[in-house]
């Protein structure tokens, strides 16, 4: 079983659709939670960040933890051509150890 | 708003070749970190460095690989005789080291090894 997994899509959605993007992983040592977008050729970008269960917003995006199912989802309300990118979630076990990444899911949202 | 910068953005060199990647993290940053995106892949933790010293490396990191803060700005990663299955995209990170256990990535160097 892979540690993390995530669908890498590609995920198509129509301008204004909310989307749901999700993570589950096995590592039960897991804490720390995050999203980071990823356009073509470039560095991901963070953004959002979660410790532990719980929900964390911010503006358009939604971070939901639930560690008790090992499942992580990114919402995004909406959904705007500019959103179209890679989506990577990613983990770790401890503060400043490594990251454990997905696949990354790809995001196309068309006008 | 600060970023991490790395250079070259791309490197292309021939099998057996010495390559030296380069990054400048955030100033106020303590953690650094090296990624790498073999193209299509995931992206893979390499190795982690704190206090002039690793702090954990993974199975891809062997003899081939060290790393290096040699001025207190910069942060290197030399591969020695590079080899064909290197060819990937290498990221460096950083993290402050309090407050959000949050890692900001640089824009990547795309190492090219025919």
């Known amino acids: 079983q892979k540690e993390v997994e995530q669908d890498p899509g590609p995920l198509s959605v129509p301008e204004g659709a909310i989307v749901s993007l999700n993570c589950t992983y096995s590592n039960s040592a897991f804490q720390y939670f995050m999203w980071y977008r990823q356009y073509s050729r470039k560095g991901p970008e963070l953004l959002m960040y979660t410790y532990s269960s719980g929900n964390k917003e911010d503006g358009r995006f939604t971070a939901q933890v639930d560690k008790s199912s090992k499942y992580i989802s990114l919402f995004i309300r909406d959904s705007q051509p500019s959103d179209s990118a890679t989506y990577l979630c990613a983990m770790s076990a401890g503060s400043f150890q490594k990251l454990v990444f997905g696949t990354g899911t790809r995001l196309l949202v068309s006008p | 708003e600060p970023e991490v910068t790395q250079t070259p953005s791309h490197q292309v060199t021939q099998m057996g070749q010495e390559v030296i990647l380069r990054c400048v993290p955030i100033s106020n940053h303590l953690y650094f970190y090296w990624y790498r995106q073999i193209l299509g892949q995931k992206v893979e933790f390499l190795v982690s460095f704190y206090n002039n010293e690793i702090s954990e490396k993974s199975e891809i990191f062997d003899d081939q690989f060290s790393v290096e803060r040699p001025d207190g700005s910069n942060f290197t990663l030399k591969i020695r005789s590079t080899k064909l299955e290197d060819s990937a995209m290498y990221f460096c990170?950083?993290?402050?080291?309090?407050?959000?256990?949050?890692?900001?990535f640089g824009p990547g160097t795309r190492l090219t090894v025919l």
């Open positions: 990170a950083g993290d402050e080291g309090q407050g959000a256990d949050t890692q900001y």
